[in-house]
């Protein structure tokens, strides 16, 4: 006699029918499915070994029960992404959860090349230069209201221009007169030495250094015949058409301070008060 051949299972004899083997030994049909088949995380029945079986994430489906939560389209074949326990397909999971791009009305799709910037997100490729028309792609930029420029733009747009040369003033510059200068711009309209953080004046609205001014414009002492300019506090006597710095201005006999004092001009001479009692009637 020939041992028998039997399910292991339920023991009935599987000559003549299908049967699966595992390692436990060969199973008609029915008992395999009862003993091994996973269950539809969908349907919640059993998945039979005559049927596609799709597996994600510990889950199990029939191929049918495979679908979008949404639109109830198969994702057999298609890609899709899971948002908590549902499964979606991509065109779902982007109209819900996917960014509309400002620029075009489309959807950024997962993963695409995207900018994001004050809680608005353009594509890539859409995020222009309101200048140029060119896109910024990783450049800086600057707002300007509801617009944005590459800083070449903007500084041509927007930016002021030096008086001196015209070109844009983006950083550093001085104002004098109300009016934008490069610091290198700003020079003595005689020597041309940079006037930026330095004692300037100005003569006919050109400025100028303190030596250059002194020696093109200010009155000369009478007594040490140095400019009079008027610069760190100094103070000046005029009388008549002489001019004397305050502490220049004595008495030409014994040197004495006249300042705020009477005194008697005797030819080319100061002469304070004693001197002059001294000097007598010329």
Known sequence: MTEGFDCASCKESLYGRKYIQVDEGPFCIPCYDTHFANTCDECKEPIGHDCRELYYEDRHYHEGCFRCFR????????????QGQELLC????????????????????????????????????????SGCQQPIGARSFIPEQKDYY?????????????????????????????????????VCTSCQTPLA?????SQEDQPYCVKCFGSLYAKKCSAC?????????????????RHWHHNCFSCSRCAASLVGKGFIP???????RDCASEAGPG
Request: charged residues 25%; hydrophobic residues 25%.
């Open 150 to 186: 590459c800083v070449p733009c903007y500084e041509s747009k927007f930016a002021p221009r030096c008086t001196h040369c015209k070109k844009s003033l983006t950083k550093g510059g001085v104002t004098y007169r109300d009016e934008p200068w490069h610091k290198e711009c700003f």
């Open 225 to 241: 015949t140095k400019p009079i300019t008027g610069f760190g506090g100094g103070k000046y006597v005029s009388f008549e058409d």
């Open 90 to 129: 991509n065109d779902c999971y982007c109209r819900e959860f996917s960014s509309q791009c400002v620029a075009c009305q489309q959807v950024v799709m997962p993963g695409s090349r995207k900018l994001e910037y004050n809680g608005q997100t353009w594509h890539e490729h859409c995020f222009l230069c």
């Open 266 to 272: 005797e030819n080319e001479e100061i002469l304070c």
């Open 71 to 82: 639109c109830d389209r198969s994702l057999a074949d298609e890609p899709f992404t899971c």
């Open 197 to 201: 953080g330095q004692q300037f004046t």
